[in-house]
């Protein structure tokens, strides 16, 4: 049940998500190394993580649930390409231009 057949189309794809996981993650250190003082860089990071990690189990949950329900993959495909569009859109605002100056 994949959308795609050819083994090196999906490795070149997940080796280009991989790469923007990567810019991601660089790019948010950088902002919270920024912003946040020292004596508590590392609290902050330990939430920021604890709060990303305990959404992951929901999320599957949620996605296992729409699917059994409706059977719709595409839907699902949908539904993860709206949430990308949201973080692109919201790139933008002003988290995105603080500046440590």
């Known amino acids: 049940m994949s ?3 050819n083994i090196w ?5 997940w080796a280009v998500s991989q790469g923007c996981c990567a810019i991601v993650v660089v790019s948010f250190f950088t ?5 946040v003082s020292m004596e ?3 609290r902050t990071v330990a939430i920021t993580r604890a709060v990303t990690f305990l959404a992951m189990p929901f999320s599957a949950a949620i996605s296992g649930l729409i699917f059994e329900k409706t059977g719709n993959f595409p ?3 949908w539904m993860g390409s709206a949430v990308m569009l949201l973080g ?3 790139y ?3 988290l995105a231009s603080v500046s440590g100056e």
């Open 3 to 5: 959308l795609i057949d």
């Open 31 to 35: 902002l919270r190394q920024r912003t």
């Open 75 to 77: 839907l699902l495909i």
């Open 9 to 13: 189309l999906i490795a070149l794809l």
């Open 40 to 42: 508590f860089l590392s």
């Open 88 to 90: 692109i859109l919201l």
């Open 92 to 94: 933008h605002r002003p």
